[in-house]
């Protein structure tokens, strides 16, 4: 039914860059053969996922989004996928993101737009616009998004889904095409809170191949999910962080969020407001931190050793000419915007005032969510500023693009867990019919379950 609805509307939609139509349905074969066998299958054995291009699949094209990857099929299964692929979900194919995951609209990927199935004519969200609008279109139940900056959760908001950011080292990222090292981290995008943390515990927990992944048991994220639908907050505190709402919030979005602060009162919530000063620049560290790592880890592209090879037409053909020329025509200006950053940033001379100022920052915002727990047992925000925009709206201004980061930002930078959930639909500016806007929830590191 899924890959007849891919049928159906992906070709408007865009939200696959590649069907696995065969392996999807082999899969979904031995699922059934296992369960007419009476063998014991997990919860999620046969419900079929999406997986966003990031991630790495063994003789699946893979290609982050980017043309400098066209055509590469990668020799091995990222962790995540071996976990999904040993519980029988059949993987429906690989969606479309911005390229190398960066942007906030898909609208930077190297293969085309992928459009909000809410209308067609706005973003979906980025830079994991694939797997929301995969999920969003019914095209998917399931999709597996990254998120570095709000890649999954941002999207979620913009097409009124479900989507969560593990605590940093709850996933394992081995075999994620890496961005910013100490920033991605991947989860789930879904239509239920139940189904986002049966997919969480499905792939989270220790992997002995990715040095930062926590060496402890998943939080018991479907349990706590079961015990959150009896709807009793009394006792919870909630922290409304000050400097995550008002100026620059659309009046929708604001006025979604109070509605839905209302309805955690009346379910015996106390809302609490908390300030987190350090918040304000946390923009600005993350652009330098994260193009510094980008620059580190997109070196390996280099036309040796993966994908696309060019070979300069003009002159020698030397190893520093291959490279070059591949670069040049194999990453897209986005992402030579932010190879080019992050290499000034941490050049000498300017590492301290840029990089070094940067990873400061960085360590205020961990003390400002430290205090603000001591205050609250979650914190909330809307999770972004808007509803959907159109396309082409912010292409052109890239610091407009980055400010719809501006609240799923700082709990990339502590590592702490966060989560969208839709809140309802809010009127666009402008007017136009009403769009899906998304509640963000915070907690402390390692507590996904009070998420
Ligand atoms: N939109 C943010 C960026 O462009 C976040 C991206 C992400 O989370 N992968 O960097």
Known sequence: ANLDRIAAVDGDLHAFLHVSSDEALATAAEVDAKRAAGEELHPLAGVPIAVKDV?????????????????????????????????????????????????????????????????????????GGGSAAAVAGFEAPLAIGTDTGGSIRQPGAVTGTVGVKPTYGGVSRYGLIAMASSLDQAGPVTRSVLDAALLHELIGGHDPHDSTSINE??????????????????????????????????????????????????????????????????????????????????????????????EPTDGPVTAERVMGATRGAGFGDEVKRRVILGTYALSAGY????????????????????????????????????????????????????????????????????????????????GGASLPSGFQILAPAKADDRL
């Open 55 to 127: 991630v790495v699949t063994k003789g699946l094209p893979t290609t982050a989004g980017s043309k400098i990857l066209k055509g590469w099929i990668p020799p091995y299964d990222a962790t995540l996928v071996e976990r999904i692929k040993a519980a029988g979900l059949p993987i429906l194919g690989k969606t479309n993101m911005d390229e190398f995951a960066m942007g906030s609209s898909t609208e930077h990927s190297a293969y085309g737009n992928t459009k909000n199935p809410w209308d067609l004519d706005r973003i979906p969200g980025g830079s």
């Open 217 to 310: 048991p998943v939080p018991g994220v479907v349990a706590a999910a079961r015990l959150g639908a009896n709807g009793d907050l009394k006792g919870v505190r909630v922290g409304v962080v000050k400097e995550l709402s008002g100026e620059g919030y659309q009046a929708g979005v604001s006025a979604r969020f109070d509605e839905s602060l209302d309805q955690l009162r009346s379910l015996g919530a106390e809302i609490v407001e908390v300030s987190c000063p350090s918040f304000g620049y946390a923009l600005d560290a993350y652009y330098l931190i994260m193009p510094a790592e980008a620059s580190s880890n997109l070196a390996k592209f280099d036309g040796m050793r993966f994908g696309l090879r060019v």
């Open 351 to 430: 590492y301290d005032a840029y990089y070094g100022s940067a990873q400061k920052v960085r360590t205020l915002i961990q003390r400002d969510f430290a205090a603000a727990f001591q205050q609250a047992d979650v914190l909330v925000s809307p999770t972004a500023p808007t509803t959907a925009f159109r396309f082409g709206e912010k292409l052109d201004d890239p610091l407009a693009m980055y400010l719809n980061d501006i609240a799923t930002i700082p709990a990339n930078l502590a590592g702490v867990p966060g989560m969208s959930l839709p809140n309802g639909l809010a009127e666009p500016d402008g």
